[in-house]
């Protein structure tokens, strides 16, 4: 075996599918709002804060509509001061949809 090659296979390591620059994340979340808001989605970016940068720090809000986000926020108000109500509400039937929230913060960075 003195450093002779039993075997071998190729292999690609990628942690993640793509890399976007900051400078160009923006840019590319407003493509995006455009091709979901002219399949009639609700799309929203916001900031939730600054990096240590003082970058802003990114998140999506992905819903069927603004009525249905704003339907969310109000079911999760009342939760949190009469959860017992909505959860009869939601076992009596009531219609409730949940916004898909997405953020760019990744846990392979150090925290701030």
Do not use: C
Not at 87 to 112: C, F, K, N, Q
Request: charged share 30%.
């Amino acid at each position: 075996m003195d450093g002779e090659k039993l075997a071998g296979t190729p292999m690609e390591i990628n942690v993640y599918e793509s890399n976007v620059r900051y400078d160009e994340l923006y840019h590319e979340l407003m493509e995006i709002k455009g091709l979901a808001e002219a399949n009639g989605r609700y799309f929203d970016v916001q900031s939730f804060g600054k990096s240590t940068d003082g970058r802003d720090q990114w998140y999506a809000v992905v819903s069927d509509s603004a009525e249905s986000v704003e339907s969310f926020k109000k079911m999760n108000a009342q939760a949190q001061s009469d959860p017992e109500a909505v959860l009869e509400a939601i076992e009596g039937g009531m219609d409730y949809r949940m916004p898909i929230m997405r953020t760019t913060a990744t846990p392979m960075r150090p925290a701030a």
